[in-house]
């Protein structure tokens, strides 16, 4: 295993921005990973664990040891049960899932990042969670260095959020991932613009590999593809707010688009609160909102983590201004 010193992150975040790590290492076992944890040289380190890097920001030079994460593997336990090392690409997963004639993550195409990243915020798209086909992960035990399993319920999912997120954050490394697939061929294809997709193409009975393909299509034709121009996806959350405050702005503007959530909430999109405030598309310099999704925010080569930090703290102010809303960012901030 080697240590690298002053090592470059632009290829291990999505966003693209030129930060470096003191020190930096590629783990390829679970033996790596505890010598690492455990060398006395970077104990008292700050640490930083990079995945598939899609959902951070790096704001500044890491002062500390960043670990990439490189487990790989893909284990078919039978019957639809699949082990998935947190190193493999998720994408690419969901290709091999297909490939094998199972259904369950087709609408989760195209998301980026790695699989152990997709139970830290349940990763959802176009009506699917992750949950809906999780079972149980492995997840290494920084204090203790023992391998610790937790069930779904233990992973409290909510939307875009784990336990991960909130008390065991920092505490864990997920390391591999159980899903239950199926093999029926049953697809869910409900949200709008993937019906519309396939009906244009005069699909009536989608397979599993179709509606893959119409969500490919869908999100190529709005969200910005990382390896032309640097992003992290969703740049904040959906906001879940009080039915007081939802009928407050739709006095504002009547077409606010909105969905029901639980008790008796609602969630509306950022991306809507972000565009009627008058963020779409707005490039300043080398970064920007994305001209055709407002919940994006783009690097378009050079831009620095700190200036794309502040451009989205303009937009929670301003949002907050005009609708009275606090948009809670979805992307780690490293600083
Ligand atoms: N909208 C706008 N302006 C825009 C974009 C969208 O007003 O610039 C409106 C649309 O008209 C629509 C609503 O916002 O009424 C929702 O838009 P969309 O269906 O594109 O989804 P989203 O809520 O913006 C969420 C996820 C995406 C996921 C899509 C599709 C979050 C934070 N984001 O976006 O996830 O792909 O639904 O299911 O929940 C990601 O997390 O990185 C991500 C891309």
């Known amino acids: 295993m080697q240590i690298h010193k002053n090592h470059p992150l632009k290829d291990y975040n999505t966003f693209g921005v030129e930060a470096k790590a003191d020190f930096f290492v590629d783990v390829k076992s679970i033996s790596d990973l505890k010598n690492i944890l455990s060398d006395s040289k970077f104990k008292s380190l700050p640490k930083l664990l990079l995945g598939g890097g899609s959902n951070i920001l790096l704001c500044s030079d890491f002062k500390g040891l960043a670990i990439h994460i490189d487990l790989r593997g ?35 195409s195209l998301i980026p990042g790695n699989v152990g990243a997709a139970p830290m915020q349940n990763i959802g798209a176009y009506g699917v969670e992750l949950k809906e086909v999780f079972v149980e992960l492995e997840a290494y035990h920084i204090a203790s260095g023992d391998i610790h399993i937790f069930s779904k319920e233990a992973c409290s999912f909510g939307y875009r959020e784990s336990i991960f997120k909130n008390t065991h954050q920092g505490k864990y490394i997920i390391v591999s991932v159980t899903l239950q697939l199926q093999t029926n061929g049953a697809v869910n294809y409900s949200y709008g613009a993937i019906s519309d997709v396939l009906s244009q193409k005069g699909i009536e009975n989608p397979t599993p590999k179709q509606v893959s393909e119409a969500i490919i299509s869908i999100r190529q034709s709005k969200l910005p593809d990382p390896n032309e121009i640097g992003n992290s996806g969703s740049f904040f959350k959906n906001p879940v707010i009080s039915n007081s405050d939802f009928e407050r702005i739709k006095k504002q503007s009547a077409d606010v688009p909105f969905y029901p959530s639980s008790d008796g909430q609602v969630k509306i999109p950022a991306a809507w609160l972000i565009e009627k405030a008058g963020w779409k598309g707005k490039r300043v310099g080398n970064y920007g909102v994305h001209e055709k999704q407002a919940l994006v925010l783009v690097n378009y080569g050079g831009a ?5 930090y502040k451009l989205a703290q303009e937009i929670q102010s301003s949002v907050k201004e005009k609708f009275g809303v606090y948009l809670q960012m979805e992307v780690n901030i490293i600083h």
Do not use: P, R, Y
């Not at 620095?304 to 794309?308: A, N, T």
């Open 304 to 308: 620095k983590g700190e200036d794309i």
């Open 74 to 108: 893909i284990v078919d336990l039978g019957n639809g049960l699949i082990s998935v090392q947190a190193g493999e690409n998720w994408h690419d997963f969901v290709m091999w899932s297909l490939d094998q004639d199972f259904n369950g993550i087709e609408n989760l």
